[in-house]
Nanobody, 125 residues
Framework: QVQLVESGGGLVQAGESLRLSCAAS????????MGWFRQAPGKERELAAA????????YYADSVKGRFTISRDNAKNTVYLQMNSLLPEDTAVYYC??????????????????WGQGTQVTVSS
């Protein structure tokens, strides 16, 4: 079992930055792939970024590539999403998710079975 708590969301202007954090509890964090999903109003949830258990493999959606950076600190049981050059279309609820005992590709969304409660990110133009 993994419990996830996100923080760091808020209201910013276009072009600014935010860093989201996801604190995890549970013994399987260090062997889990971690992902940041987002869901905008009226849209389906999408995987924005993901990282392997060791941090050596990452995935980014085309819409965030070059602007977002995912990282993790297994000693602190925390995963981060650094979001730069934010755009109004980045407005969404951002969810942290865990794929325990991850062996396959980090972008396989079906493997993510533990979810946080979400944090709102709003980018004004």
């Amino acid at each position: 079992q993994v419990q996830l708590v996100e923080s760091g969301g808020g209201l910013v202007q276009a072009g600014e930055s935010l860093r989201l954090s996801c604190a995890a509890s549970g013994r399987t964090f260090s062997s889990s792939c971690m992902g940041w999903f987002r869901q905008a109003p009226g849209k389906e949830r999408e995987l924005a970024a993901a990282i392997s258990w060791g941090g050596g493999t990452t995935y980014y959606a085309d819409s965030v590539k070059g602007r977002f950076t995912i990282s993790r600190d297994n000693a602190k049981n925390t995963v981060y999403l650094q979001m730069n050059s934010l755009l109004p279309e980045d407005t969404a609820v951002y969810y942290c998710a865990a794929a325990p005992n991850c062996r396959g590709t980090v972008s396989y969304t079906g493997a993510y079975i533990y979810w946080g409660q979400g944090t709102q990110v709003t980018v004004s133009s």
